[in-house]
């Protein structure tokens, strides 16, 4: 989630989250999590809701493929939820953790990052998350062509 410090402090934030916690306390099993959605039931025009592209979790395809904005412009965001980047539940997930971690920043990122993570993406097969591998590297191709553009 990514939060606007400044316009939450002028809606007053922190007054509503101890009253909510208070009310809700013993209902609630996300914690922080339930809080902020109460609050932004309350307050709908508060929330800016982005497109599953920018939160790209093993659900958006572990059994089809249901982000249909990532299909078309790649990943933009993606979420390791549940322990999915060290997990070999959803190979993909895990294999794009690895070539972040691999890679050194200010290295060559078409040879040491974006050869590497296509190996290993074309080597995490046998799931329906592989069947849609192409959208991780849609960000990563149009990052290239532009650097590509400006040489």
């Not at 508060?46 to 659900?59: A, H, M, Q, W």
């Not at 971690?101 to 993406?121: H, T």
Request: charged share 25%; glycine share 4%.
């Amino acid at each position: 989630m990514l939060m606007n410090l400044t316009r939450m402090r002028a809606f007053r934030w922190r007054e509503y989250v101890v009253p909510i916690y208070k009310k809700y306390k013993l209902k609630i099993t996300w914690g922080d999590q339930d809080i902020i959605n109460i609050i932004f039931h309350y307050h709908p025009d508060k929330l800016y809701i982005y497109s599953c592209r920018f939160n790209y979790r093993p659900d958006h395809c572990m059994y089809a493929s249901v982000c249909k904005p990532a299909e078309k412009d790649g990943v933009a965001v993606i979420h390791g939820s549940r322990g999915f980047f060290h997990s070999e539940k959803q190979p993909v997930f895990q294999v794009v953790y690895k070539s972040f971690e691999e890679f050194q920043l200010g290295g060559d990122v078409y040879r040491e990052f974006y050869q590497s993570l296509e190996a290993y993406l074309e080597a995490a097969q046998n799931n329906n998350c592989w069947n849609v591998r192409d959208i991780f590297l849609k960000n990563i191709r149009r990052y290239m062509d532009l650097d590509f553009d400006n040489t």
